[in-house]
């Protein structure tokens, strides 16, 4: 059974335990491993020749999106039912930023997400030069659909850091236990 206390004036920082369920942080901490692992492959693919090493880097990153893509399908629908809504570790124009910046992480990888499908299939790719995916679309499109997708994977990274240092923020500067409520549950 899962304990929550509210927090309250008379129950130091370091006490209060109020987490998220078990799914919201196996799908948080799912989707910050896939999401550096697919953002590490996207950078480093072409530094291999041309060859079955590189299309194999390339089909495991292409697998790994379609991964990244269930697993924030299902936290979108976990988020939206049944997990555990927590209130606001902040007041004001400090909520504003957190809520802004968990939605833009949201609202951004929908974006990479939706932008990869489109370009592996415009390119009409090969999964490990076994399984076809459809070529669909204009050609023409493979160069400024790559490059948007890029950007926005980008774009992650950077707003994923700044969360990830806010969460440190906390932890140490701060030492609300913030970070403590999606690090384990109760």
Known sequence: ME??????ATVAPEEVLVRYDTTTIVLHWLTALLVALLWILGQTNDWWP???????????????????????ATRVVWRIGPGRALPSAEDGPLRLLARATHTGLYLLLIAVVGLGLADALVRGFVLFGAIPLPQVGDQALRRPINALHEWAANAVMAVAGLHAAAGLFHHYVRQDGVLGRMWRAS
């Open 3 to 8: 304990v929550a206390m509210a927090h309250s």
């Open 50 to 72: 041309r060859g079955p090493l590189r299309g194999g880097l390339w089909s495991l990153h292409v697998l790994l999106g379609f991964a990244l893509m269930a697993t924030l």
